[in-house]
């Protein structure tokens, strides 16, 4: 592997399949979430303080750094859980917080913990990073950015030599693949207007991408925009120019997609990994961006775009209202054994059927995602091409899975 260690690929994680799918696609680092401070709050898993240790001896014995978003407003009534959290990261050896309340900002530098200004800041010129410089070693820029603003921005960070807590350079980070918000760097009201659920506390219950009626109050007459979702933007796929993303200077490449699956996480990381081996190596061409955009479309999207890294307005990247995923997964079964010097594993089918040929994921806790193709298996002790609900099959999986571990099968998806 042909890593460029002086670019962080930082990767999402909302649960252990997701953080060992990562890890094993070939991260430099992962951001992840606390049950109630976390900007996606309703993730199925969210992690608690008792599993900080865990997380940072995982991410530290893999030679990566973890970073804990931090990033919902504190109000008066969080302050003592908000001052506990930060001692915790502080104990576990959590490398760094993400986040924008400045009561976080503040407890976080009394205590020596890092701090990374989130997006939310909407950190958009150099005055910005001047005054947040007093705080934080690094800063996400806002989404608003171009590419030329950002160059802009990490040069003048050069020249005017603009440090840190810890002495050095400001570090930039700008987001490059994942779902992007009606409001851009998130500070939305919209659900909390509609529904009592604040997106600025994680619990955003997206009215931006529902179908709506427009009435006009003078004719009572309708229009129907049931197809256009006009507040609903489309996520932001930047492997096709990834090059210019390196030319603007920031340190720090983040995917979006903490509520996302682990295959989700493995997918979008393996193929950005490789983008950037492909410029190190200078092997990056069309040929293996169209085949890049073609693995990144199987996995849930909603539909893919620049965003306004070219300056688009927002007229060219919204109307999208769902996955437009040209795959999805389906639960096929549980792996009751594995065998490695066989590289056999046991499963039990509770589910969907399996044929010989189909695409498999296997995910686990420990095991993150591993993809094969179903071949030699048998079932119920008889060589076999099919496998159906209460089946008790065995299968060569090339790799290790775990006892546990969920068996899926890819299908593709209709349009």
Known sequence: MNQDTSIELLAPDGSYEALHAAINAGCSAIYFGLQGFNM?????????????????????????????????????????????????????????????????????????????????????????????????????????????????????????????????????EIFIHGAMCVSVSGRCGMSLYLFGTSANCGECSQPCRRAYTVTDKWTGKQLEIDNEYVMSPEDLCTIGMLDEILSTGAVSLKIEGRGRAPEYVDKVVRCYREALDAITDKSYSKGKIEEWNKRLGTVFHRGLSEGFYHGKAFAYWSGQANSKATQKKELVGIVTAYYPKIEVAEISVQVNTLDEGEACLFIGKTTGVLRCTAKEFWVNEAPAIHAKQGDEMTMVVPGCVRVGDKLYKLVQVSE
């Open 40 to 172: 996606r709050a309703n993730s199925a898993k969210p992690f608690t303080l008792e599993d900080l240790k865990e997380i940072a001896d995982i991410c530290h014995n893999a030679n990566i750094h973890c970073y804990l978003a931090l990033n919902t407003l504190v109000y008066d009534k969080d302050l003592s859980l908000m001052r506990e959290v930060i001692d915790a990261v502080k104990k576990n050896g959590v490398d760094a917080i993400i986040t924008f309340d400045v009561a976080a900002i503040r407890y976080a530098r009394e205590v020596d913990v890092e701090v990374h200004i989130s997006t939310q800041h909407s950190i958009s010129n150099l005055e910005s990073v001047k005054f947040f410089a007093q705080f934080a070693d690094r800063m996400v820029l806002a989404r608003e950015l171009t590419i030329d603003q950002i160059k802009e921005i990490t040069q003048q960070i050069k020249e005017q030599n603009i440090c840190g807590p810890a002495g050095k350079l400001v570090e930039i």
